[in-house]
């Protein structure tokens, strides 16, 4: 417990986040991947585009299984105050690093399929799944934080349901057949992300407010950190999938 209650002296906010995760360590894992991808996009060589959305992919989904098949199993035989002092410096190093892959990989990967031809007529498609994505993962943030009924909650669900379905009505009528291949991706990748930034990404927020609560709740740290593991297992599994229809595209 000493651990945890003296990573929670480093303060609040994204800044005291950093610090716990080391701040070097959290501005390279969103600095590198972001410009990675910033540079292959404004060059347009689609090989470095390749290079970059692989190996934010290969990093993805080696962290997801390794958090799923093995972490998972180890930290499930300790007690709970030593899987607390474990996610209390592993967590806010993963809360910088997995959304940064993840999205570097989804965008890199539909920019690709687009410029390749895979993709064509992208645009109503993408604003189905915009709003299949974000409107379940404002409902999952709130209810994980049990703010699902207050204000704040119910004004970015409005926000969110308005632009993102205006987005699907202004593109629909121009929607046609895609290959089955690009919607099983489609749909993989919806499920990827709703299962990450709405449920692991907030979990782990909950892990930090515990940290700087000055009283943390062990078992709760406890309890989200293993969840957020299976999860994270069965994201690398989700993940697999979509390598094995990303390589059917590739065959057709």
């Known amino acids: 417990m000493a651990t945890v209650t003296g990573d929670a002296e480093r303060g609040r906010g994204v800044q005291g986040l950093a ?17 990675a991808l910033a540079g292959a996009l404004a060059t347009n060589d689609l090989t470095a585009l390749t290079y970059v959305h692989v190996m934010a ?31 209390a410096t592993f967590t806010p190093k993963m809360t910088f690093l997995m959304p940064v892959l993840a999205m570097v990989t989804i965008t ?23 709003a299949a994505i974000l409107i379940p993962v404002v409902v999952l943030v709130g209810w994980q934080f049990d703010a699902l009924t ?9 926000v969110v349901a308005l632009g ?36 692991i990404l907030p979990g782990e927020v909950r892990i930090y407010r515990q940290l700087v609560s000055g009283d943390p709740d062990v078992d709760l740290i406890s309890d989200i950190g293993m969840r957020n593991a299976k999860l994270g297992g069965l994201q690398g599994l989700l993940q697999l999938a979509v390598i094995f229809v990303m390589v059917n595209i590739r065959l057709v």
């Open 19 to 35: 610090k716990q995760a080391n701040p070097a360590f959290a501005a390279g894992a969103v600095a590198i991947p972001v410009l």
């Open 57 to 87: 992919g290969v990093l993805w989904t080696g962290i997801d299984l390794f958090m799923g098949l093995v972490l998972g199993p180890v930290l499930g035989g300790l007690e709970p105050d030593q899987r607390a002092g474990f996610f």
């Open 164 to 199: 993102a379905g205006g987005w699907v009505a202004t593109t629909l009528q121009s929607i046609g057949a895609i290959s089955h291949w690009i919607l099983a991706a489609l749909v993989v990748v919806t499920v990827l992300s709703i299962i990450g930034f709405g449920v």
């Open 108 to 130: 890199g990967g539909i920019t690709l399929a687009s410029r390749w031809g895979d993709f064509t007529n992208a645009t109503p498609w993408l604003a189905l799944m915009t």
């Open 150 to 158: 207050s204000g704040r909650t119910l004004g970015v669900l409005a």
